[in-house]
């Protein structure tokens, strides 16, 4: 039920950016964690997972041991304003 939930939110995440405009693909290892690869003019921008947190579910963009020092390197993933969110975030990151 985890990997179905995690799937769900990556999709609606997929949709929401594709009307903002941005290119995205889901991506379905065969092994491992399905992920949303953000894509820019120069390659990929992104690779987006969702993780389950105690409080709900995130979207992270980090990898796992950035995820342990660093705040604010994710979005709830049921906010209304999600892609939004992480796409402010990616960008900006992206330049600096």
């Known amino acids: 039920m985890e990997q179905q939930t995690r799937f769900i939110h990556l999709v609606r995440l997929g949709w929401d950016l594709r009307t903002l405009g941005v290119r995205s693909s889901l991506v379905l290892?065969?092994?491992g964690d399905p992920v949303l690869e953000v894509h820019a003019a120069?390659?990929?921008l992104?690779?987006?997972t969702a993780v389950r947190r105690h409080?709900?579910?995130v979207f992270t963009w980090r990898p796992w041991w950035a995820r342990l020092w660093r705040r604010g390197a994710w979005v709830w993933a049921e906010a209304d304003n999600a892609a939004d969110i992480v796409m402010s975030i990616v960008v900006s990151e992206a330049g600096a």
């Open 29 to 31: 290892p065969v092994a």
């Open 55 to 57: 409080r709900g579910w």
């Open 42 to 44: 120069a390659g990929i």
């Open 46 to 48: 992104a690779r987006i």
